[in-house]
């Protein structure tokens, strides 16, 4: 919903520059705005973020869809064949890398977070949206580890919830890094993940019934940070790195499909088919024999 609100922003600017109405808009504005951005350098997936936030406001607004016209759909087809839908990927963080990366966050209030949130993260396979909304009230002990529910996530709309299994282990150790953060901020409820200050203390409650916590932009930026401190570069890397990071992991090892799709919450096995591909793109490769 940020994201829409602030493309209805941008649409409004551009259309208040060039003398055009944004809410009705007419399919030309719309067609009109859209090769703007891509001119602009924005990628397919943002315009076609762009043209589905006009449809939602035009929606909320009762008004017809400017963007069910031909021309936008044609302009849309043009920018895809211009630009090209390619993801642009970053890299996994895999268990070799996070284990690289763990060994080397000093041992602060602040070292303590970020350990448990890069090991849970991974363990989980979860996205960072997901990281940040985790309350305390969300784990439960199991023999094994923990079970952690999901209250909503970006496939599961409804608030269903979907409960994850976080094992023990004995390399990563989630579980262990995450009581040890936990039991350092004497965090017993409220949000899992928040704010340490400059001079080591966990924020302080933003209002009398809000505790803090940290935001998608803080994952990804502590990350890049500890991923730097470890000798690589944080260019390549970002919050979508943990997750992509266990499931190229779980493909290297081997792991059913069935089993990494059970951790990572996807709904359409194609997307996980990809990871394993690149993760297994050498193993008994055609050409292996007689390359």
Known sequence: MRAYKGDAVLFQGWCARYGFRALPASPEAVAGFLVAEAEAGRSASTIGRRCAAIRYAHKLAGQPDPTDDEAVRAAMRGIRRRVGVAPNRKAAATAEILAAALMRIPDTLAGKRDRA??????????????????????????????????????????????????????FIRPVALLREWLDAAGITEGPLFRPVSRSGNVRARKTAETLPRLTTQAVSDIIKRHLEAAGLDPALFGAHSLRAGFITTAAERGADLARIMDVSGHRDPRTVVGYIRRANAFKDHAGGGFL
């Open 117 to 170: 949130l890069l090991a849970l993260g991974f363990a989980g396979a979860f996205r960072r949206s997901e990281l940040v909304a985790l309350d305390v009230a969300d784990l439960s002990e199991h023999a094994d580890g923990l079970r952690v529910i999901v209250r909503r996530s970006k496939t599961d709309q409804e608030g269903q919830g979907i409960e994850k299994a976080i094992p023990h282990g004995r």
